[in-house]
Every structure is written in C-alpha cells, then in structure tokens.
C-alpha cells in the first residue's frame, strides 16, 4: 500500500471535483478521451486528498493530461517527466506521484529515464500510453510501432525492431507490471487501482487508439467480434482462459505455453494458473506474445498484472540513511561543520 | 658548516611526480602544516585527466603547486622558487617555471636510462649531467635507495609497497628544510591508517627519515622561515573551493529551513561537491546520483517544485546537456541552482585545466528568450559566499541561477576567516500558504514587487494548479499562444531578472583610485593575478583599479558608471573574449580584452606587462 493517509475528516470527492475547467484539446475520439475518464473516476476512491496528488508528464499528446486533472500538476519537458518525477518523490515521500507517458516520451527520448525509474523503485505509478505512433508531430514511427510500418518518416517501411514496454519494465527490474486498454473502462479502473496500492513503482501499459494517425491499431483485441478470441484477462490464481466460450487456455509444454483446446480430456487443472508473483512466468508472459505471425501457434494478448514484488523504494532508503545519521552522529551544527577540524588564531 | 636561519617573505614550491607518485597528498600536507601556521597561502594542484598514465611519462606528470607568504597571498605564484621532481618527466615539465637560480630538489633513482627515455631525452642526455640546470641549484637526493632504506625492519613490506612512501620523505625533508613540525601530518596518517599499523609505521618512520636526512646531511647550510602574514584578525581554516561551495550550501538550508536537494552526476571537476555534500546526511541534505545530466537536473527540477532548493552541479559539457532544462526552470519560475564547474572545452576538452569559457553558454546558451542569472565565485573561500548569494537570489525572486566557479578555484584551497550561523544574513521562504482575499481562484503567475510568483507547493488544499513549458497567460498561468501574450510574457521574464539589480549590493573597486587610467575588470578565478599586478602598479606610483564581478547578470546598477571614469578598460580572460563583448555590448564601452586559453592560469607577471602597455 502506498503510504499516502487518507484524510477521514475530507468530504468524498466526485469525478468531477478532479475536473479543471480548461477545455481538453484532444482529436475528438482520441483515447486519450476515456483514459482521463477513467482517471478521474478512480481518484475519488483512493481517498487521497488532490492536494496531495502530483500528476507529471513529459511531452506528446498523452502528455497534456495533467492540465486537466484538478491536482498539482506539470507538464515537463520531453522524456523527463520521470526524472522529475524522481526528484519530487525524493523530496516529498508522502505525495502519490503519477507520471503520465506515451510510446514516445517514456520509450524513445525518455527510455534511458524510464529504466533508471523502475531499478530504482520510487513509489510512483507510470501510465504509459501506447498508441505505436506519434501523434503530436503528425505521424512519424514510435519505438512500439510494427516493423514494415508505413509513415510520414518510413515511406518504404520502418526497419525498426519494436519495444515491448513489458518485457522492458521487467528486464529493468520493475517491481509491478501491468497491461490495460482504453476501451475497457472497468479493467482499466481497476487496474489503475491496483498500481496505486502497489508500493513501489507501478508499470501501466495502456493500449490508446490514435484515431488519426494509427487508426485501429489495436482492434482486434478491441472490437466485440475479435477480442474474445484474441485477448486473455490475466487473474490472479485462475488459469488462462480464454475464447469466445472460454473454450481455449494456455498450458506449459515444458518450458514453452501452448495454446489448447479445453475438453477431449483437457481441463482447466491442465492450464497455466496466473501468480503475479512468479518471475519466471511473468517473463514468459510478457515476452510469449510478441509476433503471433512469427511465432507460428497463434495467442491471445494478455492484460492485466503480469508481475508484482516488493522492493525497498529509493524515496524510504533516502530518508532512513538521514534519520540514522542524525540518530548516530546528531542533527548538523553548522557553527562545528564551518569551524571544521583545524583552525588556527591571527590575532591583532 | 655552520647552519643558520634565513626568514624568507615568499616562497612558491611545486611538488612533481608521476600521477602515482602522492604528490597531491604531499602538497596537501604541507599546505594545512603551513596555513595552521597563520602563513598566508594560495595552492593550484594540476594534474592529469588520465588517472595513471603510462608510469615517467610527460603526460602523467602530476603537480601541486603551494604559494606562501608572510605578507597577503592572492595567487598559487606564477613561477616556482622550489621543485621536487621526483622523475625526469617531472623536470622536464615543470623547468621552464622555475626562477632562476631556484633550488631544484630531484630523486636521482627517477632519473636512470628508462625514466630519461619516457620523458623523451635524447640518448645518453641526462639533465643532471649535462650542466644543463648550473643556473639553478641542484639537490640530489636518492629518495627511492633513502626510503628502502628507513623500512630495512619492515620485513612484510615489498619493495613495492617501501616505494609508496617516497612522497613522506620528501614531505619529511621540505619540512626540515622550513623548520617545520611534523605533528599534523602524524595526525594526518594515524587518522588515515589507524587500522593497518604497518602502513602507518612505515610511513612515520619514512616521514622522520626525510626530517633526519635533512638534519644530520650538509645538503643545505641554511633552513628558511616564513613568517606568520599579517592577516585580519580572528579564526581561520583552510578551504577549498568545492568543499567551500557544499559548505555554503548546507548554510543555504540552516538559514532558510529548506531541504537541499543536489541531483549531479560525476563530472569532473565538479564531481566533489557531489562527494561533499554526500557526507552530510545529518543535515538532511539529499544527494541522488542521477543516470546523466539530463536527470540530474530534471530531478533537481522537482525538488524545487515539491519545496526543496534543487541544486544541480556539473561543468561545461554537463550544462550543455542541461539546457533545455534550464529552460523549463525558467518557464516554471521556480528556484533552481545551476553551478557549472568550468573546465577547458569545448566537447571533453581538457577535463583537469582550467578555463573561463562557459560565461557565453550561461548567459545565453538556450533556445528562446531565457534570461537567467548568472554569478561567479572568485576565490576558493569565496565559492561561500557566492553560492549563499546565488541561492538568495533564487529562492527571493524565484528564478534558477547559474553559478559559475573553475578547476583552479575547485581545487585550489585559501585561508579562510569562516563565518559563524549567525552572521549570515536570513534567507525568508515564504511558501503560499492559501488563497488572498481578492483571489476567488488561484492564480499562480500572480507576482509580487519583485516579479516573482508565489512558491506554492503540493500538499497545500486550494492552491491545486498547473505549470509548465507551454507559453502561459500572465496571472492565471493558462495555456496561451496569443501574439500579445507571448511579447508580455518575454518581457516580463526578462524585467523579473533585470529588477534582481536593486537587490544586489553596487560593484566596488578592489584596489585603486576611482577615476584613473586602466581600469581591470575581472570575473572569476583571476581575480587573485589581477589583484597582485594592480597592487604591484599602485606601488609602483600608476592610476590602474581593479574591479572584480560577482554579480554578472543582471550586472551591478553602477558598473556602467564606473567604467566612464578611467581612460582604458581591460578585461583579462581564460577565454576568447566573453565577457568582454557583453560588456561592449551592453554599455557601448571601448573595452579592450586580454585572453590566454592554455588551460592554465593567467599569470600575474604578463599582466603586469600587458597594463604597462597600456599605461
């Protein structure tokens, strides 16, 4: 749990207190639209006072976020809002921190700070909006998009490999990772909650739809007639189902997973059960999906927490290194520290 | 022979060995023995960017040079009177800054076929044979065969680990050779190798060897001594720059009640402040290590903005990486420090050499309109004071600032009359603790006489609001890309830092008339050569002043002024011309420059030179 009090005496706050009233300049049906929503229908339930909440973020469309949440708020440079983020944790343990960053932002110009904000584990939740394009430029590649991509800057093809943020967040040793997606409300609030009540940093990838420039990137897993079949809700202790009729899992053939067909003497204590616990698994799952084309057995893509441990924060070892240096060797007197260990006397 | 005792005023001595050879710490040594004295002193320690380079080679010579005196010190000395020279590389570096006549004291066994060879003398060319160095007066002693020697009854030592301790010897015989105690240095070592008593013996024993050797030989038929200087009186320490500026920094929070926050990332020559203020957890300062520059800064960035005094410390190429940054510190108004260590450049230049080359990069080095402060520290001692005036500054008109210091104050080190806690002048932090009364909602661009907005941190209900590096609306702080608006805005940033010139104190004369012939104007780390070559001219019966500029931008409300008084200006400089043309350009003044780039210090025997000329 975050270590973030709630206030008891607060008056319970709505969606809308988390509102400003500056007008939200996003493309109309950007996904961007149902993330804020999201956002601010969460807030109210963690119960911590919006004086109290910092929302950071770098630069991008994903990025004006938090001129419309009615916190403290900045809107950094590029690629920096989670080294900025790391020095106000630093500075102010008990504020809940949340940085706001796109494919771009936290993946490209930002990648080396991202790496360096998870090993270290400040208290923070990163909202990483992925729409495998830039958007606020006008429709160049991102580090997430496919290889072969066709874009302003890749008339022929991107030859890129792509990111895979989870897989990532993991080898950067991210103490919590997580998947969600614009057009699921409900997973994606409760996902959000999760990474709230994870103490450490929290890794959320959100899928967002970039309707002008990457349009239906990740319909399949979106749309009604495609998502049962293509997507897989990770919970945690239940196997890996999924499937129009839940007739589909994923079990282990030794160390590779393998999609099955349930019944015909398959049934679900055959399948992978989800611990978010387990590393080894989590690195499987979040690496096992990657290029379904590639890969020749066709999986779903899985969302939800992937992978949770604790870790000491950096913002707690910071502070208790003070506390025990004031306990062993006594608050600082500056006259003693001035004065240092010889001194000498002209007299006049 | 009879000895006897000759009272010197003045002596500049430079240790030199190979990088492995201790001869910082022997420079060191000497320098606290000397300053506890109440001599006056100025140090400049010069070594190589490598951390050993090939073993006698020219490259690996490391130096430290020590200036003392019985009357005021302001420079390490422009030419030595005493070398060490503990190889032939040494000697060769360092001969053409030797006084004629000077004594030359070398380490014969550093001076065979294979060292002569490193440090490139020709075949069969040895100095000490050649009659090359009968102009100075030569001191042969065989350091290496004399320590091997003092640690015959240290039989767990290899030779190996004997020849470590060839620096205590020489330390040892210098302080003989200035009638000097050897107690602080014992301290010294018992503090350092308490815990391993066969290094701390051995290196005692080789200390007092060095001592004896002095005594028992006839090397020498005269001891020198410098009298104490005649110094203002009260306590003193020695201090050098670096550690003056962490100093000042941990003073900054005592005074102001605000957490220090340093993020830095190791460069050098700045990398010892991270060091410095790492050690002082008890006073709750914050040290964070940052993945690079860029991070150092923005994290500093936060810091300030959560309530702290976010500090970052880096030098030329660290600042270059830090600007858009730097940027986004001056589109937030919130207090930030920059302290730019300078070192040669551009690109990695020469990481170990000093230079004054990044005072263009400060002032305008950044996209847009980006007015930002800028001061300079002069001396190490005073690295204090300016960063205490830097973050007043910062924290009183909410603006980052730049503080620029250089290698050779970094590490020089001065006497240092320290100030007590309280008499230092209060810094006040006046975070906004809720809305005004004509303030239905707040507005966090609002400013007060200064120009300065409110400092309203997360935490605080009702102030909940929204910064950053878009243009904004004045007051309200809403995104705007209004034509007016922006024009306003540009002003208003540039107004806010040129309004810092009233609470700034007027630029004084250091020494000199008012009105007079050759006025000097310097910033930063020469102030200690032009101090000595006005003082000489004063004497010598000459109208030159000197003016020293702490307060670069916005420049104190009277330098203009000052300036119409004397008939030339001159503007000595470890660059090609920076201040200088901003001078030229802002006050329309016929200003002439004086400029040297060879990674060393302005000496004040060319400037002498360069004045008369002009006299």
Known sequence: MSETATTPSAPLLTAKDFATDQEVRWCPGCGDYSILAQVQKVMPSIGIPKENIVI????????????????????????????????????RPELSVWIVTGDGDGLSIGGNHTIHLLRRNFDVNVLLFNNQIYGLTKGQYSPTSEENKITKSTPFGSIDHPFNPLALAMGADATFVARSMDRDPKHLQAMLTRSYQHKGSSFLEIYQNCNIFNDGAFEIFTEKSTKPEETLFLEQGKPLIFGATQNKGIKFDGMKPVVVELGNGVSADDLWIHDDRDFYKAQTLVRMFDDPAKSGDHFPRPFGVFYETDRPCYEDGMSMQIEEAIATKGKGNLDKLLRGKEVWEILG | MERKEELLQDVVIKFAGDSGDGMQLTGQQFTNNTAMLGIDLATFPDFPAEIRAPIGTLPGVSGFQLHFSSDKVFTPGDI?????????????????????????????????????????????????????????????????????????????????????????????????????????????????????????????????????????????????????????????????????????????????????????????????????????????????????EIAAIASAIGASYGGSLGVTATSGPGMALKTEAMGLAVMFEIPLLIINIQRGGPSTGLPTKTEQSDLMQAYYGRNGECPMP???????????????????????????????????????????????????????????????????????????????????????????????????????????????????????????????????????????????????????????????????????????SHAHIRYLRPFPRNLGDMMKNFDHVLVPEINKGQLVKILRDQYLVDAKPYNKVMGVPITKGELVDVIKKML
Not at chain 2, 230 to 250: C, D, E, F, H, W
């Open chain 1, 56 to 91: 950071i973020s770098g630069i991008g469309c994903s990025s004006r976020f938090p001129y419309y949440m009615n916190t403290y708020g900045m809107h950094s440079i590029h690629g920096r809002a989670t080294a900025v983020a790391s020095g106000l944790k630093a500075a």
């Open chain 2, 80 to 292: 030595a009177d005493v070398l060490v020279a503990m190889n032939a590389a040494a000697l060769k570096v360092n001969l053409k800054a030797i006084k004629p006549g000077g004594k030359i004291i070398v380490n014969t066994e550093g001076f065979d076929a294979k060292n002569l060879r490193l440090a490139n003398y020709p075949e069969s060319v040895n100095p000490l044979e050649d009659g090359s160095l009968d102009s100075y007066e030569l001191i042969r002693i065989d350091v290496t065969k004399l320590t091997r020697e003092a640690l015959k009854d240290f039989p767990e030592l290899g030779n190996k680990e004997r020849d470590r301790a060839k620096n205590m010897f020489v330390l040892g015989y210098i302080y003989w050779m200035y009638n000097r105690s050897l107690s602080n240095t014992i301290d010294f070592l018992q503090e350092k190798f308490g815990k391993k008593p066969s290094i701390l013996d051995s290196n005692i024993k080789v200390l007092q060897a060095g001592y004896n050797y002095g005594d028992t030989t006839e090397t020498f038929t005269t001891r020198y001594k410098v009298e104490k200087a005649k110094m203002v009186p009260g306590t003193y320490r020695s201090i050098m720059g670096n550690q003056a500026l962490s100093l000042g920094l941990i003073a900054v929070g005592e005074k102001s009640g605000l957490e220090i926050f340093l993020g830095a990332y190791p460069i050098t020559p700045a990398s010892d402040i991270l060091h410095e203020l790492s050690k002082y957890k008890n006073f709750g300062i914050k040290t964070f290590q940052a993945e690079d």
């Open chain 2, 374 to 544: 800028v001061l300079a520290s002069s001396t190490p001692s005073d690295c204090f004071d300016a960063v205490y005036e830097a973050a007043r500054i910062s924290i009183q008109h909410m603006t980052p600032v730049v503080l620029l210091s250089d290698g050779y104050i970094a590490n020089g080190a001065e006497p240092w009359k320290f100030p007590t806690q309280a008499d230092l002048p209060p810094i006040t932090v006046n975070f906004k603790k809720g809305l005004a009364e004509d303030e239905p909602k707040f507005q966090p661009y609002r400013r007060d006489e200064k120009l300065a907005r409110s400092w309203a941190i997360p935490g605080t209900p009702g102030l909940e609001h929204r910064i950053g590096g878009l243009e904004k609306q004045d007051v309200t702080g809403n995104i705007n890309y209004e034509p007016e608006n922006h024009q306003h805005m540009v002003n208003i940033r540039q107004a806010k830092v040129d309004k810092i010139a009233d609470h700034i104190p007027l630029q004084k004369i250091d020494s000199g008339p008012e009105k007079g012939k050759v006025l000097v104007i310097g910033w930063g780390s020469t102030y200690g050569a032009i101090k000595s070559a006005a003082l000489q001219l004063q004497a010598e019966g000459h109208a030159v």
